[in-house]
């Protein structure tokens, strides 16, 4: 009888081994799938219509100063785009704050082009019908890094404060659901639907994510930004809503972007 009751249970176990691994099978077809799916979005991405429209919205005269942001200083120099993006945010002498790339073209719009901080943040997100001048901005000004491995020092007393702060922000919990943003980005293996939840705190995840925006929603037929994507993380997670450039924004901005760093930039994106 219990000879038996050994061969039953070793049956059992041996089938339940099997499932396991056509499961994980399944999984990894499923991921490759998805991969395939992303390569074959990316043969001519939309959003290289959005760069172009920054590139001259870049040289455009504007404001009430009628100036352009040829000479905005994004972080090595005036007027450097080429590779600016891979060392923000980091802290800026003329405000005396840190800064990532949307709330440092407000400060160049402001000083630049003499806008109201009101009318530079007014309308940050595009829409149906509505292409707006900090989308295409972001495009372009990012795709100027493309190739070029992330480099943020985060060595100034309000960076390394700015990224503690953004480091608490990742791991409050609040909300109806008593979420934080590690709920879902700080274990391994996390998927909702066909959705790899990336670990923000994982070195390699944590590069592969940051460096993949902004990006062009196939869904939505718009590129969205950084600060986008954390307003979206907010919404999901019935959090208030993320106030654009807000010093929240920024200084979660500077926890992720710090921790990708050595990682190669490879944005506007293109994502389902």
């Not at 339940?16 to 390569?39: D, F, H, N, P």
């Not at 293996?189 to 196939?218: E, F, G, H, S």
């Amino acid at each position: 009888m219990r000879k038996n009751l050994q061969v039953a249970a070793r049956a059992v176990l041996a089938v339940a081994a099997l499932a396991a691994t056509g499961v994980a099978a399944q999984q990894k077809s499923a991921i490759e799938e998805i991969e395939r799916y992303r390569a074959a979005l990316g043969d001519g991405n939309p959003a290289e219509l959005w760069e172009a429209r920054g590139d001259a919205l870049w040289k455009e005269k504007r404001g009430p100063k009628n100036a352009s942001l040829e000479q905005c200083d994004l972080g090595l120099g005036p007027g450097v785009v080429r590779g600016a993006y891979t060392v923000l945010p980091k802290y800026f002498a003329d405000t005396n704050k840190v800064e990532d790339l949307e709330s440092r073209l407000v400060s160049c719009m402001v000083m630049l082009q003499g806008f109201t901080p009101e009318q530079a943040k007014k309308d940050p997100y595009g829409g149906p019908g509505k292409k707006v001048a900090m989308d295409a901005l972001v495009a372009f000004v990012t795709s100027e890094s493309r190739g070029l491995p992330m480099k943020v020092a985060g060595t100034h007393p309000k960076e390394v404060e700015a990224y503690e702060l953004g480091r608490q922000i990742f791991f409050h919990r609040g909300g109806p659901y008593d979420f934080s943003c590690a709920t879902c980005h700080g274990v391994n293996n996390q998927r909702i639907r066909l959705q790899d939840l990336p670990n923000l705190l994982n070195p390699r995840d944590a590069k592969k994510a940051y460096t993949a925006w902004p990006a062009y929603r196939v869904s939505q037929g718009e590129v969205r930004s950084f600060q986008w994507r954390l307003l979206d993380c907010f919404r999901q997670q019935r959090f208030p809503e993320l106030e654009f450039v807000s010093p929240a924004s920024v200084a979660l901005t500077m926890f992720l972007a710090k921790n990708s760093n050595g990682g190669t930039f490879d944005a506007p994106s293109i994502k389902r």
